[in-house]
């Protein structure tokens, strides 16, 4: 059983640009979330899909934007790309069925790089 | 406003010590909480949870954690630490909106170093 996949590993960008992250969850869970997590600080939070829409957003501009297709598969665009925005970027899958008591798994992330 | 708080930045004990890293939250209703552990380029791995009932609560890897409604503390503990511990450490608080699940409230992460 695979878990959460996310692509690429790596991606170098130039300020300015727009960038695609891709998150494929777990078997079976039907919720996204997406994380960032600067170096050396926790993960946080910008947004969750359920059902294909964006049901939580954390305090995060509008540059960032999410998709959820009917597999469940996830996308994080990002646009007008800042230097601050070099990160590790983590997709979370978990399952609404078990309500509040849910528990998110993580995949490997996507280090974006700015220059 | 609902936070959490790693004490620690950076611990280093030597192998075969006992652990125990610190984490306070501040949440008005009752907690989630959640212990993660990073390696070196890694996504985050789930090593215990706390939803409800016993307030020790046992996780992979020999980890344990106490919730402490009173200190508002959910520390994590290890009694023997092994050389493969060495990795960062974050403990989180789950939001949640009556029966519906939320986003996860993470500390800033410690930072675990075993020495030989």
């Known amino acids: 059983d695979a878990g959460v996949t996310q692509s690429p590993t790596h991606l170098i960008k130039t300020r300015g640009q727009q960038v695609t992250l891709r998150c494929s969850p777990k078997s079976g869970h039907d919720t996204v979330s997406w994380y960032q997590q600067a170096l050396g600080q926790g993960p946080q939070f910008i947004f969750q899909?359920?059902?294909?829409?964006?049901?939580q957003r954390g305090n995060f501009p509008d540059r960032f934007s999410g998709h959820q297709f009917p597999n469940y598969s996830s996308e994080l665009n990002v646009n007008a790309l800042l230097l601050g925005d070099s990160a590790l970027y983590l997709c979370?899958?978990?399952?609404?069925?078990?309500?509040?008591?849910?528990?998110?798994?993580f995949g490997a992330g996507t280090r974006l790089s700015v220059l | 406003a609902q936070s959490v708080t790693q004490p620690d930045i950076h611990i280093t004990v030597s192998e075969g010590a006992s652990l125990e890293l610190r984490c306070n939250y501040s949440?008005?209703?009752?907690?989630?909480l959640f212990w993660y552990v990073q390696s070196p380029g890694q996504g985050l791995q789930l090593l215990l949870k706390y939803f409800s009932g016993d307030t020790l609560v046992q996780g992979i890897k020999g980890f344990e954690a106490e919730f402490k409604r009173s200190q508002s503390s959910f520390n994590l503990r290890k009694p023997s630490v092994h050389w493969s511990d060495a990795a960062e450490y974050f403990c989180?608080?789950?939001?949640?909106?009556?029966?519906?699940?939320?986003?996860?409230?993470f500390g800033k992460g410690t930072k675990l170093s075993v020495k030989p």
């Open positions: 979370a899958s978990s399952s609404d069925d078990r309500g509040a008591k849910n528990i998110q798994y």
């Open positions: 899909y359920y059902e294909e829409e964006e049901r």
């Open positions: 989180a608080v789950g939001r949640h909106y009556g029966g519906s699940q939320g986003n996860l409230i």
């Open positions: 949440y008005g209703a009752t907690p989630y």
